[in-house]
């Protein structure tokens, strides 16, 4: 919320700076856009009309933004993307390793059980997200079949160490994943290729030809 009420201020300021021309997009004074749209960047180091003029995604370094670190095994091509949420200019939370290090035991495992769960995971996908949660401490991993996704608490994960996360609640987690797929009848298929209308057509014309 409180980034979204900055993205505004910075829409807002540029918006205004255009309008009165004070602002040459593309001139010599304009710093060049560095960074692809959508970009997050500090708002410190760039103006609001550049930020603008550019498509950035402007980033109050003092307020909490959702990151993303990815855990890739890539003799498998297996990835996890952890997803948390920190200051932009804070370091990667010392937990992202602790998962790698656990999850990376049973990937790489040769015991013929788990690379069987293994081989079944990655039949479902090759890449996966972990959310961190912020509500609730419940310890270990487990599979959210709602979010499509794994979860993991903060308050439990940021203290964790050892064999705290058990290689038997990762590996149950793993077996848990249940992958919902969004089922399309070959109308609905039809429905998006044509339109609804020409679907209709379709219809009236292959009744008429099987009264012949």
């Known amino acids: 919320m409180e980034n979204k009420i900055v993205k505004n201020i910075v829409k807002g300021v540029a918006i205004t700076t255009l309008a009165f021309?004070?602002?040459?997009?593309?001139?010599?004074?304009?710093?060049p856009c560095d960074h692809e749209p959508g970009t997050p960047v500090n708002i410190n180091d760039y103006s609001p009309d550049v930020i603008y003029a550019?498509?950035?995604d402007p980033i109050d370094p003092n307020i909490p933004v959702e990151r993303t670190e990815s855990i890739v095994f890539e003799a498998k091509g297996l990835t996890f993307d952890v997803k948390f949420k920190d200051l932009l200019?804070?370091?990667?939370?010392?937990?992202?390793?602790y998962l790698e290090e656990r999850i990376g035991i049973l990937v790489n495992s040769e015991e013929e059980e788990t690379v069987e769960m293994i081989t079944s995971l990655m039949n479902k996908g090759r890449r996966f997200t972990i959310n961190v949660e912020y509500t609730?401490?419940?310890?270990?991993i487990s599979w959210d079949t709602a979010?499509?996704?794994?979860k993991i608490y903060n308050d439990w994960i940021s203290t964790a160490s050892g064999t705290n996360l058990s290689l038997g609640t990762i590996f149950d987690a793993f077996e848990s994943v249940d992958i919902v797929v969004a089922r399309s009848t070959a109308r609905d298929s039809a429905v998006a290729q044509f339109g609804r209308r020409g679907v209709q057509q379709y219809a009236m014309l292959?009744?008429?030809?099987?009264?012949?």
């Open 21 to 31: 021309g004070m602002v040459k997009c593309g001139g010599d004074d304009e710093k």
């Open 54 to 56: 550019c498509g950035y």
């Open 89 to 97: 200019s804070a370091p990667v939370p010392d937990y992202v390793g």
């Open 136 to 140: 609730g401490n419940t310890p270990g």
């Open 147 to 150: 979010t499509q996704s794994f």
């Open 206 to 212: 292959d009744r008429a030809m099987h009264r012949r």
